[in-house]
């Protein structure tokens, strides 16, 4: 399958379904399923800001940073685009230069699989029969 490596406490923000854009400093051109992969090396531990769904403020949203080294989900990147201000709340961050939003679909939960991760978008042994889907 396909990966990506995410920082948490993001790749868990995307497994939960709160975040459904993945922000980058590049496009791609791959569309279809990529399994989010967990950094080894987490953000931090620190509150994170999320935009209230009718934009007129912000609150502090804490979440654990953990697992770190492991696949955690599997979406559907089905497509990007320049990063917009809208797209602030579903990427969990705010706009920043140069930003592209890669829009996920159909995220699904799996059972933590380790992986090393990679740069980029990356190729991984996993087959979609090892995965054990999480409700």
Not at 57 to 72: N, Q
């Amino acid at each position: 399958m396909k990966a990506i490596s995410v920082k948490q406490p993001f790749a868990n923000l995307i497994a939960e379904g709160h975040k459904r854009i993945e922000t980058r400093l590049w496009n791609t051109h791959y569309r279809g399923d990529l399994l989010i992969c967990s950094s080894l090396i987490p953000i931090g531990y620190r509150n994170f800001v999320k935009m209230l769904p009718d934009g007129h403020g912000i609150y502090e949203w804490t979440i654990k940073t953990g697992p770190l080294g492991f696949a955690v989900a599997v979406a559907n990147l089905w497509n990007t685009r320049p990063m917009i201000t809208e797209d602030q709340e579903d990427a969990c961050c705010r706009i920043y230069p140069g930003a592209w939003s890669w829009l996920l679909s159909n995220i699904r939960k799996i059972e933590p699989i380790r992986v090393k991760g990679q740069l980029r978008i990356f190729n991984t042994d996993i087959k979609p029969d090892d995965l054990v889907f999480i409700q």
